[in-house]
């Protein structure tokens, strides 16, 4: 039986992307390529909000009591070696009796499993199989995986999903791919890669997110679509506020709503921001 190691699982409404209000059941494994230091700090600098707080580790017996950060990762807490130990390994026969505990009605009706980190696509793909094959997922019909859009999918797992879908018509697989622009503080030949994004495309839908706080930000994300088109890219493309507090996403979730609709992209909000304050399990 495989293990993944779990940073959390919860339960809430879907507050980004194609599926905004979906309720849905949230997988967020552990581990990340990247770091995302940038975000929220300007041009050139790098967030050290989470230095702090791990100086402070011992103080932090549970994930839910650790402070949210207003700059860098959101989620650090689901990469950062430093915070493993708050990430239980579970088998994925315990995950899947813990998901019918959480879902209200004991077993899938409506609700979609978003499968989310950190960055979902790393080692674990090779764990997915056995957790959807588990009795208790079989009502699952839609998943969607919330990645950076660096990770190539493994034969074995791009096989899978083909098959996961094909044998059932109202089976969907989703890639919600959360491009880092040059704001998040990677580098945009480590986080920019079409061609890996071009092939989420074989296997199930995807679309692009770009998180937008400056004009800046929207002029890389112009760079970024075309990239992306040039390979060969067909999904659609959403503008997303920064902001993980509702102060930052309050200044400037106007402004984009605003850039998608002058330039036919599509606007994604950030409703767990306002509806829950972005606090963890939500
Ligand atoms: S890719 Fe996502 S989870 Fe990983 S560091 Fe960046 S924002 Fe955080």
Redesign the pocket.
């Known amino acids: 039986m495989s293990k993944i190691k779990i940073a959390e699982l919860f339960y809430s409404i879907q507050g980004e992307g194609r599926y905004m209000g979906v309720p849905s059941v949230f997988l967020r494994t552990f581990g990340?390529?990247?770091?995302?230091?940038g975000?929220g700090m300007p041009r050139g600098e790098l967030s050290t909000e989470v230095e702090t707080i791990a100086s402070r580790i011992s103080e932090f017996k549970i994930y839910e009591e650790l402070p949210l950060v207003t700059t860098?990762?959101?989620?650090?807490a689901?990469?950062d070696p430093r915070f493993k130990d708050l990430s239980p390994m579970l088998t994925t026969d315990a995950i899947a009796e813990r998901i019918v505990e959480i879902i209200p009605h004991g077993e899938w009706h409506d609700e979609h499993l978003v499968i989310?980190?950190?960055?979902p696509l790393l080692g674990w793909q090779r764990a997915y199989p056995d957790l959807l094959e588990h009795d208790k997922m079989k009502g699952l019909k839609e998943i969607t995986f919330?990645?950076?859009g660096?990770q190539k999918l493994t034969p074995e797992f791009k096989h899978y999903l083909g098959e996961w879908t094909a044998t059932h018509w109202d089976r969907e697989v989703t890639f919600s791919v959360?491009a880092?622009l040059p704001c998040?503080g990677?580098k945009w030949d480590d986080a920019i890669l079409p061609e890996v994004v071009c092939e989420y495309e074989q296997v199930g839908t995807a679309y692009l997110k770009f998180v937008i706080a400056t004009e800046q930000d929207f002029a890389d994300a112009e760079c970024a679509i075309a990239a992306y088109r040039k390979a060969g890219f067909k999904g659609h493309i959403y503008l997303m506020p920064v902001g993980g507090v509702e102060s930052v996403y309050a200044l400037n979730n106007r402004t984009v709503a605003d850039l998608a609709m002058k330039n036919g992209l599509r606007y994604s909000d950030r409703l767990q921001v306002p509806l829950f304050k972005n606090e963890w399990g939500t």
């Open positions: 990340c390529n990247f770091k995302c230091q975000f860098g990762c959101d989620s650090y689901s990469w989310t980190g950190g960055e919330e990645t950076n660096t959360s880092k998040s990677e």
